[in-house]
């Protein structure tokens, strides 16, 4: 368990909900460190846990005994990943860790780390599913098979595949809604000091004004915010957004319409339906 001064934030929401920008707003708070790459290490630890679970008994309780033994073998790991972080971090008081891949296993989380925190990012579907559009479309230019391509313009599977980031969030049995915190896309975008005033009293974090103004200013360090070391790899570059080095700017809010086609867009509203009672982007 995470005990004392040394704290952990998890941020989720959907793919190109503006999570990577969101965890560089996070990294500048006095009490973080500089930003770091997505956490794939814990959604690949996530993804074998929760694969071993599904015949357990016949695969792995020879070796670990009941399955209590195997879920604290599971948080052992993720725990020293943490001090290791941490510590080529420089000992941070608090450690922020970002993937969308994490948002469905916050519960899960929760339950193993009792100090940690979860940030949720929420954005107009509409934006989100024309950005999984262009990655899409990108792929199949370079003949990458990927989800993102596979998908193509089926606003249904899309609009699912959109709201599966958030099932376990909005499931009024989630044990960890109270340490859950919902940040939008929008808010961040049209006035990051002030969403930040809410975010700092949520997760303890302080946060200078100055470093706000001028996030496409700092020098992260990491490869993932390198535009010509991310553009090499032809998957992972057509996820790469112009705006991730540059200064917050809300001119990508509403681009859908350049993207989506009348009709598109009616469908989102319609398959999203559920998802736009809790927000009201329409």
């Known amino acids: 368990m995470i005990v004392g001064n040394e704290r952990l934030i998890f941020i989720g929401g959907s793919m190109r909900s503006g999570t990577t920008i969101l965890h560089k707003i996070l990294c500048t708070a006095n009490e973080a460190h500089s930003y770091i790459t997505e956490s794939w290490f814990l959604v690949d630890q996530l993804r074998s846990y929760l694969w071993s679970l599904e015949r357990y008994d016949v695969r792995h309780k020879d070796y670990f005994g009941e399955q209590e033994n195997f879920d604290r073998f599971t948080r052992d790991i993720l725990d020293r990943f943490f001090q290791e972080t941490r510590r080529n971090l420089s000992n941070p008081q608090t450690l922020v860790l970002k993937n969308p891949e994490i948002s469905g296993q916050f519960p899960l989380l929760g339950s193993w780390f009792e100090n940690a925190l979860f940030v ?8 989100v599913i024309a950005s999984i559009v262009e990655v899409g479309e990108k792929h199949k230019k370079d003949k990458i098979k990927s989800e993102q391509s596979l998908m193509g313009r089926d606003m249904y599977v899309l609009s699912n595949y959109f709201k599966r980031y958030y099932i376990r969030a909005f499931d009024m049995n989630n044990p960890i809604r109270e340490r859950t915190f919902f940040v939008r896309y929008e808010n961040i975008m049209r006035d990051v000091e002030r969403e930040c005033e809410r975010i700092s009293e949520f997760c303890d974090l302080t946060f200078l004004p100055e470093k706000l103004r001028a996030l496409g200013e700092e020098n992260t360090g990491s490869a993932n915010m390198n535009r010509d070391v991310r553009l090499q ?3 992972s570059g057509a996820f790469w957004s112009e705006l991730y080095n540059k200064n917050l700017s809300a001119k990508r809010i509403g681009r859908y319409t350049e993207v989506l086609t009348a009709g ?8 999203c339906t559920d998802f736009n009672q809790l927000f009201r982007y329409w």
């Open 264 to 271: 598109e867009i009616e469908q989102v509203k319609t398959y």
């Open 233 to 235: 790899d032809p998957y």
């Open 120 to 127: 949720m990012n929420i954005r107009n579907p509409l934006d």
